[in-house]
């Protein structure tokens, strides 16, 4: 079912991350999810797999893969299960990832070996309670301090995956630094490790969906950090986080992706067991014909996204295709797992059957990253609206 023509390198990483996924992930995903709980344990598990890293070079001890390997390894990990699909990706597209495209080489010897073990997380410090979409619109200020040759910085940050458990080594922030000539604010991105005096990083919980990943609200008060802390140059940092973003798109794409191929088979499989009218529902057109109409989308969607992943590969402006790939695979991936939890009917509304679960974690993916709204204005800017 919904076969690749990839390498044999690329299948032999599907199937491995596949059977981590059915073996140790699966079986603790629903009281993961029921407890709210970030498991380290299973965090750990994955970074001995290699999924922490993935494209980071191996001269800073990561595993130096290519993009389409990393999002094959997101997308195998959200078939079964998004919170632990979501830890990944956050930390590879926009943890290690700004750090490994943008750092200096200082920056990377410090910090990029132990981001690669799955015994340390670094996020992503864009979001601000009334900066979302608006990403410009941050309030968060860092001031040089010339007597110190320090940065401090004040404000705070919102919905911030991984960056609020015992294994988070650090964040990337976006600050405030000055005005431009045109009148706009300089925004720059800092290294700011975890734990740091002024620095609070609170757990969000609470939440419909993603439950066993965690999600963390910061505070800045006179945070110092020192003048090399600084990601790339003074005034790049929208620039960065934007550059970011589109990485990111691909892993989200990826998790939709994953998301709908899991609740198609679960629905099929359902359905091939489940009878109503003496016969098993997937010979009534009422529900073969959604399970047609989900494999054609997730057939579609997958065709979107790894032409993306080959874009940047090769070098190619691929900033539309991610757009279009993390827009369509959230639609595909919600369509799946709608159309699979009304196939399971009552059922599906029960936590007992992961299709709730899937059903929950798919709404993230037309709002995290960039909401389905900001997918059509990229869209719309590339195709010269
Ligand atoms: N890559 C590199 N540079 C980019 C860029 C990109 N993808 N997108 C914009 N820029 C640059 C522009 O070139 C421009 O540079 P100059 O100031 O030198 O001219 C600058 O950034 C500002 O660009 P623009 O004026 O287009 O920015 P807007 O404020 O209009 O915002 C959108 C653009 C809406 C696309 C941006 O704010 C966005 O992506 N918002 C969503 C944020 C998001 O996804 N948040 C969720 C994070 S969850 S981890």
């Known amino acids: 079912m919904f076969q690749v023509e990839e390498s044999e390198e690329c299948t032999m990483l599907r199937e491995s991350v596949r059977k981590f ?9 629903a009281q993961l999810d029921r407890d709210e709980e970030f498991c380290i344990p299973l965090t750990h598990k994955m970074g001995e797999l290699g999924l922490f890293g993935t494209i980071v070079g191996t001269e800073y001890g990561g595993q130096g893969l290519d993009y389409y390997s990393y999002i094959i390894c997101v997308e195998e990990l959200a078939r079964v299960d998004s919170s632990q699909a979501a830890t990944i990706a956050a930390h590879n597209s926009l943890g290690a ?31 601000e309670a009334e900066a979302g979409s608006d990403a410009q619109a941050s309030k968060t200020t860092a001031v040089y301090d010339v007597a110190t040759a320090e940065w401090v910085i004040n404000g705070s940050k919102l919905w911030i995956t991984n960056s609020a458990c015992e294994l988070t080594k650090g964040i990337t922030v976006q600050a405030i630094t000055g005005k431009r000539p045109d009148g706009r604010n300089e925004l720059s991105c800092f290294l700011v490790p975890v734990p740091s005096p002024g620095l609070t990083c609170r757990a969000m919980k609470d939440k419909m969906m993603w439950r066993a990943s965690n999600t963390g609200e910061l505070f800045f008060s006179d945070v110092r950090v020192p003048a090399d802390a600084i990601l790339g140059k003074r005034g790049d940092g929208f620039e960065i986080m934007m550059q970011t973003l589109d990485n990111g798109r691909l892993s989200i794409a990826a998790m939709g992706l994953g998301l709908a191929k899991g609740a198609f088979l679960l629905t099929l499989q359902y359905a091939k067991e489940r009878r109503t009218f003496g016969k098993p529902i997937c010979q009534h057109q009422a529900v073969s014909f959604k399970l047609a109409d989900m494999a054609m989308r997730i057939e579609a969607a997958q065709e979107l996204l790894y032409k993306a992943c080959r874009f940047k590969q090769q070098g190619l402006a691929f900033q539309k295709l991610a757009a279009m790939a993390k827009l369509y695979c959230s639609e595909v991936a919600e369509f799946c797992a709608r159309e699979g939890q009304q196939t399971f009917g009552g059922y599906g509304l029960m936590k007992e059957y992961p299709i709730e679960r899937l059903y929950r974690d798919a709404a993230l993916l037309r709002i995290g990253e960039g909401t389905s709204e900001i997918q059509r204005l990229v869209i719309s800017r590339y195709i010269g609206c």
Not at 100 to 113: D, N, R, V
């Open 97 to 127: 990832g700004p750090l490994y495209y943008f750092g200096s080489e200082a920056q990377k010897k410090k910090y990029l070996p132990g981001l690669s073990t799955g015994k340390e997380l670094w996020s992503f410090g864009l979001t």
């Open 21 to 29: 996924a059915e073996t140790e992930i699966s079986p603790l995903a």
